[in-house]
């Protein structure tokens, strides 16, 4: 049997395949208009033409990869230097310690720890749409669930998987309800109620999927020699509870100062070399850790990069126009709650090469509320199919860095998550397709 190809490799074949799109579909684009007051650039409906443009070239194809790293540098940044960071509290034995501890004191009650740790990834999700930052947080998930008894599959389905279930059914992710919100001209917060509502009922359906595919699917429980922990140490608890502080400095700085992935970066090195000073690695030890750390980051780190390039190939190739373009008008035409749902698909449809779902909104709202408006639905139903549709297919489109980057760590072939998640995230659109009609029906 052939083995499935690199991530990598994948990236390649969608970097290569995006290059001979711009052959293929007709270059065109909307007319846009900045915002001198806050830069913001907002596209201006019924304004698509076709232009005569150059498909991008082979040289222009090699060169969206080097151009696509530079661009999300500050995320490669950030996976490096948190995964070094972590890569230095599990050198000093703090990380196990603690995990062990806490497991031991918590057998027979594994899905407990399954709900509580998905809760807090959902809210995460839900609050600031935490989606790379999981990247260096794998290990410690993959031993925790390995102490669980749990395969791999389900560290990622209830940290990912759940960060991205809170992101998508939101009412107050900045990165995507609230952009689509004021490129909609609803107000902020607006419809709030309705979809809190669809949001428990939506991870009440996800935690059941994925409680009962753990319980079908245990595997041996990892266990360490003389691995017995009454208590923990001093100085594990000193280092746990600096953890414990960066993250909440983290949620504070995100929500509170506008916080970027520099500001995060330069938090997780201090804590790293904190952490390495009190477990007594000394600072050599503490850098020559991190560089470790850097070693074993840095395939994902990439992973990042080759994805950025995909999207910087479709606007050199200006075609992302011409694809919104061709999903979107043919909905006028469609009855009011086929018309909805089929905005839910071609959203997701979208988010194949669109893998940023704040771009996504930027790009599709202004266009989507008059043709909503011409259709006979609310701009709220709008919105709630671009956030179903676009962003819970982040758990299944080879293009989501963090994605492929994250089954890397774990060591996934892409065809094999995509066989595990499918249903997962099919079930979940399909609560979403279900909460769209009924706002239809309801007039929400």
């Not at 290990?139 to 395969?151: A, C, D, E, P």
Request: net charge neutral; with cysteine.
């Amino acid at each position: 049997m052939k083995k499935f190809p690199n991530a990598l490799v994948i990236m390649i074949g969608f970097i290569l395949l995006s290059a001979i799109l711009t052959y293929i579909i007709p270059q065109g684009q909307y007319e846009r208009i900045t915002n001198p007051e806050t830069n913001q650039v907002t596209v201006i409906p019924g304004s698509y033409k076709t232009v005569n443009a150059e498909p991008v070239s082979i040289l222009e194809t090699m060169l969206s990869i080097p151009e696509g790293i530079v661009d999300r540098a500050d995320l490669i940044a950030l996976i490096l230097l948190i995964g070094g960071c972590f890569y230095i509290i599990e050198k000093t034995g703090a990380l196990k310690e603690g995990i062990t501890y806490l497991t031991i004191k918590l057998n027979g009650k594994e899905e407990i720890v399954l709900i509580v740790v998905s809760i807090i990834f959902l809210i995460a999700g839900a609050l600031m749409g935490l989606q790379e930052e999981i990247i260096a947080m794998m290990s410690v998930l993959l031993y925790l669930t390995s102490r669980l008894g749990y395969n791999a599959f389900v560290a990622i389905a209830i940290s990912f998987g759940s960060a991205i279930l809170g992101a998508s059914f939101s009412p107050i992710n900045p990165f995507a309800v609230v952009i689509a919100q004021k490129e909609t001209g609803l107000e902020f917060l607006s419809g709030s109620g309705y979809r809190l509502l669809i949001l428990a009922i939506a991870f009440i359906v996800w935690m059941f999927m994925i409680i009962r595919y753990a319980n079908k699917n245990k595997v041996e429980k990892l266990v360490e020699k003389n691995e017995l922990v009454e208590k923990v140490s001093i100085r594990s608890i000193i280092i746990l509870t600096l953890v414990g502080i960066a993250f909440v400095i983290l949620i504070i700085g995100m929500m509170k100062y506008n916080w970027g992935f520099n500001e995060m970066s330069a938090e997780f090195f201090t804590l790293g070399i904190l952490v390495g000073l009190i477990g007594k690695l000394g600072m050599n030890g503490t850098i020559e850790t991190y560089i470790d750390g850097f070693k074993e980051l840095v395939f994902a780190a990439m992973i990042v990069g080759f994805a950025s390039s995909i999207s910087i190939i479709l606007k050199q190739g200006m075609i992302i126009d011409s694809i919104i373009y061709g999903l979107f008008t043919p909905m006028q035409y469609l009855p009011k709650s086929l018309a909805a749902v089929s905005m839910m698909a071609s959203q997701s449809v979208l988010h194949f090469p669109v893998s940023s779902y704040s771009g996504q909104a930027i790009l599709t709202m202004p266009i989507l509320a008059p043709l909503s408006d011409l259709i006979g639905i609310s701009r709220q139903v709008c919105v709630l199919a671009f956030q179903y549709g676009a962003v819970m297919t982040d758990l299944i489109y080879p293009t989501q860095g963090a994605l492929m980057a994250i089954i890397a760590i774990a060591g996934i072939p892409f065809d094999k998550w995509f066989k595990f998640i499918f249903k997962f995230t099919l079930g979940i659109l399909g609560v979403g397709a279900v909460a769209i009609v009924i706002a239809v029906f309801i007039g929400f």
